[in-house]
């Protein structure tokens, strides 16, 4: 039986649940009855969809509130004025001509910003912008005095700098001082109101340049009205013209599952795609979205107490950001190892300065070297903050007077601000073609052939995006990959695939209660934010001056706005601010054609796709800090490692490595995992190919495992204790540049390492020990070997049992070999031969079959 779910009103469309027999895209459907809109929720595997449909009714929905209503159309009318005034010089008269800015900007208001403050025509029209817009209060004003008139009782309660200033004037005026003495005046000015002033009015020039498609700061405050009264609607109202791209001109609208391309279920066509997507690298750019906040992780520096940025996350021994850097390497190594040719992908980083989020992710690069990468091929660009405000009555929120509450925008903005500062003309002159977009916290997005694969097909196939997704959890802060399935009003029928954002569930009568067959959540992949996209495609949208360079607009209120006051005070409020979601970007590459696709919509009939694994092979996020004594992990570093350790698990218990399966997340909730498992990417990043550098032997439980070396080979090793392995030239060595910069070369003089037949004993880690940090790699231990190889050394054993507490450290330069002696151990220290200081003694040779790689061991 299908199960109908409230929908509610759109525009003057209105939707309402009514249960009716349903049909899907697969067979022949009969056309809905007139003036009846229905949603259907039911099985994908019953060959039936979920259904929204928006047929015009003959009376219309609720106005908007009321509070909201005139405000709206004011700014509207202000905004359509502004926007025929041609200069500077219009705009201000225009805005001037605002009741609430000539009330505001009184004559000693005007003397203070013009003649002591000396801002210029552009600072003034942006704080006119603001009060024009209600938001008064920023710049010190009591907002409800003034809007009833009463500016004289609203100014004799001003506390700001600014009416201080206009007081000490007009007494200096009264005593006949006329010309104030310079350094007086200087110094109050340069106090800290007007050091905030000044950053207020970065932030307001930032806003009004990048916001200008919307009609800037004014449009800001619209959009925001705009979603408040659309959430004013009994039971909400569904955004469409929000999340899909002019769906106003629409008659039927319907979401269905969408057809996935399944790379656990068909591995051949998975293969031959991430070759596709190995192949096509010199085509690829990468793309960072990195400017959030992310509060919910509660990241700070140990040693001054500031906030940190996700990106800074101390994650199983490295930063966030060098994780990600790191998987980008892995697959610029595994093409140089198919290909002999050295590809560096230009990378593209979006970052904001909140938390310091620019000036610290720049500087952590700097001081790596730029990962041996050289600077040219890095490309920040600073996306804009932007005010919160208050749910109830769409105030911006401050801390104190010119200090507004403000955030990022979201990571949808990353299209038109790549736009606006050249990012897509960079990639261009670098060759490029595509882009790969992830998101910092999910820590196993390139696991093995699952982000190669998504940037291989849209490559070969010419897609202009695509999603890679998985099965969606309860509890995860994630939206759902849908098929849209909508009727113009031309009569034309469009499809394509989109996102609805986990917010916005309640609007589609979406619950997030447990999951089932019956639920909505179950028929739907989740989003995952990992994307390809076509970059002329992208630019196209981005710089388009419109609303669609801001995919997805929303203002989620669900999470409260906590913030502190210029007393000290903590306030913790319903609030939210315009974001922007990227994957909706999608909303502009629907698929028109002249009559309904009755028996479905073939992925290569659509500009969009969506490749599929398993979810651990796809996404497991560090987004929030574990609070103590709590059983729940989905998206903490605690429960994003034990996805890594199970994939550890999958990938070795693969290459007859007996190996303890790791259970359920509800064991370890007061405990670390079983093992400790770490291994550089590069021995893949495939899997495929990993496998052939294990074979055989065992990992006890309570085992730690780190490989840090590309070049490695396990056969029959047990391990029961820790074993390390770390090497200066994973990848290669670097040399410096023409300007100086090093620069890594692939291949050239990596450490190696083989172990065969080798039992290697110790006590390890300490599982007992408070200090440990599991996800950290912080941990404490009684025993260990340690193998540590400089340059290009090289380390072997064989047929030898390691037991104790060992160090091994090679010199560049010299192969250490260990086997078994008539006492004891067998070691001998010896110079590697010139000839092979570059490739090594032995090196892997790697071979394209098919669609498969094959590994050989090639001994010089």
């Keep these: 039986m299908a199960r109908a779910t409230p929908i509610l009103h759109q525009n003057n469309l209105l939707l309402t649940p009514r249960t009716r027999t349903s049909h899907s895209l697969f067979n022949s459907p009969k056309p809905p009855p007139p003036l009846s809109p229905t949603l259907t929720s039911v099985s994908l595997s019953h060959h039936r969809v979920t259904r929204v449909s928006t047929a015009p009714l003959e009376h219309a929905p609720p106005s908007p509130s009321p509070d909201f209503r005139p405000e709206i159309s004011r700014l509207k009318s202000l905004r359509s004025t502004l926007s025929r005034s041609k200069t500077l010089t219009d705009k201000l008269r225009a805005i001037h001509a605002d009741s609430r800015v000539k009330r505001f900007f009184t004559v000693g208001v005007s003397r203070v910003l013009n003649d002591y403050l000396k801002l210029g025509d552009y600072e003034l029209f942006l704080l006119k912008c603001v009060v024009a817009a209600g938001q008064e209060h920023v710049l010190g004003s009591i907002s409800e005095s003034v809007v009833e008139g009463d500016f004289e009782s609203a100014r004799g309660l001003l506390k700001s700098a600014l009416y201080g200033?206009?007081?000490?004037?007009?007494?200096?005026?009264?005593?006949?001082?006329?010309?104030?003495?310079?350094?007086?005046?200087?110094?109050?000015?340069?106090?800290?109101?007007?050091?905030?002033?000044?950053?207020?009015?970065?932030?307001?020039?930032?806003?009004?340049?990048?916001?200008?498609?919307?009609?800037?700061?004014?449009?800001?405050?619209?959009?925001?009205?705009?979603?408040?009264?659309?959430?004013?609607?009994?039971?909400?109202?569904?955004?469409?013209?929000?999340?899909?791209?002019?769906?106003?001109?629409?008659?039927?609208?319907?979401?269905?599952?969408?057809?996935?391309?399944?790379?656990?279920?068909?591995?051949?066509?998975?293969?031959?795609?991430?070759?596709?997507?190995?192949?096509?690298?010199?085509?690829?750019?990468?793309?960072?979205?990195?400017?959030?906040?992310?509060?919910?992780?509660?990241?700070?520096?140990?040693?001054?107490?500031?906030?940190?940025?996700?990106?800074?996350?101390?994650?199983?021994?490295?930063?966030?950001?060098?994780?990600?850097?790191?998987?980008?390497?892995?697959?610029?190594?595994?093409?140089?190892?198919?290909?002999g040719k050295q590809c560096v992908t230009p990378v593209a980083i979006m970052t904001s300065s909140a938390k310091n989020n620019h000036e610290r992710i720049t500087s952590l690069c700097e001081r790596l070297g730029w990962f041996g990468r050289g600077r040219s091929l890095f490309q920040f660009f600073e996306q804009p903050l932007v005010p919160a405000v208050g749910a109830e009555d769409g105030q911006w929120l401050v801390t104190r007077q010119f200090m507004p509450v403000c955030k990022p925008g979201g990571h949808g903005v990353i299209w038109k601000l790549a736009y606006d500062r050249g990012i897509f003309q960079w990639f261009y002159d670098h060759g490029r073609k595509g882009a790969t977009v992830r998101q910092v916290s999910n820590v196993v997005a390139a696991t093995d052939l699952t982000l190669l694969a998504l940037a291989g097909i849209g490559l070969h196939h010419g897609k202009k995006l695509g999603f890679a997704s998985c099965k969606r959890i309860l509890g995860a802060t994630e939206g759902i990959n849908v098929l849209v399935e909508k009727k113009n009003l031309d009569g034309m029928w469009a499809y394509g695939l989109s996102c609805i954002e986990y917010t916005e569930f309640d609007k589609f009568g979406i619950s997030e209660g447990p999951l089932s067959s019956h639920s909505l959540q179950a028929e739907f992949p989740a989003n995952t934010n990992i994307l390809y996209v076509d970059l002329p495609s992208a630019e196209l949208i981005a710089s388009r001056e419109s609303e669609t360079s801001l995919p997805g607009m929303v203002l989620n209120t669900k999470k409260p706005i906590t913030y502190v006051d210029q007393f000290g005070i903590q306030h913790r409020v319903p609030g939210g601010r315009l974001e922007c979601t990227m994957q909706n970007i999608a909303d502009n590459f629907f698929n028109a054609h002249s009559s309904r696709r009755c028996e479905g919509v073939e992925a290569d009939n659509l500009d969009t796709f969506i490749v599929y694994n398993e979810r651990r092979k796809v996404t497991s996020s560090a987004k929030k800090k574990r609070r103590y004594g709590d059983k729940s992990f989905p998206q903490t570093p605690d429960g994003s490692l034990l996805d890594i350790m199970r994939n550890a698990y999958d990938l070795l218990s693969h290459c007859q490595i007996e190996i303890p399966k790791i259970e359920g997340n509800d064991k370890y909730a007061d405990s670390g995992p079983p093992y400790l498992i770490f291994l550089h990417p590069a021995l893949g990043p495939l899997w495929e190919v990993t496998r052939q550098k294990f074979v055989g032997g065992s990992i006890a439980e309570g085992s730690e495992l780190q490989v840090e070396v590309a070049e490695f080979l396990w056969r029959d090793v047990q391990l029961d204790g820790s074993l390390i392995v770390v090497a200066e030239n994973i990848l290669g060595s670097t040399t410096m540049d023409e300007n100086g910069d090093p620069k890594l070369q692939y291949g050239r003089r990596c450490g190696r390492c083989k172990l065969q037949n080798v039992k290697v004993l110790n006590e390890g880690i300490d599982w007992t020990s408070g200090h440990n940090t599991y996800w950290k790699h912080d941990v404490q231990r009684f025993e260990l070997l340690k193998v540590i190889l400089h340059g290009n050394a090289e380390f072997e054993a064989t047929d030898v049992i390691l037991q104790g507490n060992h160090v091994f450290e090679v010199p560049n330069g010299y192969k250490l070999k260990i086997t078994s002696g008539n006492s004891g151990l067998d070691v001998q220290l010896n110079p590697i031969e010139e000839k092979s200081m570059d490739t090594g003694s032995w090196f892997w040779n790697y071979k394209i079959n098919g669609t498969h790689i094959q590994l050989e061991l090639v001994e010089l």
Excluded at 266 to 278: K, N, V
Excluded at 287 to 295: E, F, V
């Design 165 to 339: 200033l206009v007081e000490m004037i007009e007494k200096w005026d009264v005593e006949g001082g006329g010309g104030v003495v310079g350094g007086r005046v200087e110094e109050e000015v340069e106090g800290k109101e007007v050091g905030a002033l000044r950053k207020l009015l970065k932030t307001l020039g930032e806003m009004e340049r990048f916001y200008d498609c919307i009609g800037g700061i004014i449009g800001y405050q619209i959009a925001v009205l705009e979603l408040l009264a659309q959430s004013r609607y009994e039971g909400h109202t569904i955004n469409w013209s929000k999340h899909l791209n002019e769906s106003k001109g629409c008659q039927l609208l319907e979401v269905h599952p969408p057809r996935v391309l399944d790379l656990s279920e068909d591995t051949e066509y998975a293969s031959q795609a991430a070759l596709w997507g190995i192949e096509g690298l010199p085509d690829l750019g990468e793309i960072y979205p990195l400017g959030g906040s992310a509060d919910r992780l509660g990241l700070v520096d140990p040693h001054t107490g500031e906030c940190l940025p996700a990106a800074m996350l101390p994650y199983c021994g490295r930063t966030l950001l060098e994780g990600l850097i790191r998987d980008l390497q892995a697959r610029e190594f595994l093409y140089f190892k198919l290909y």
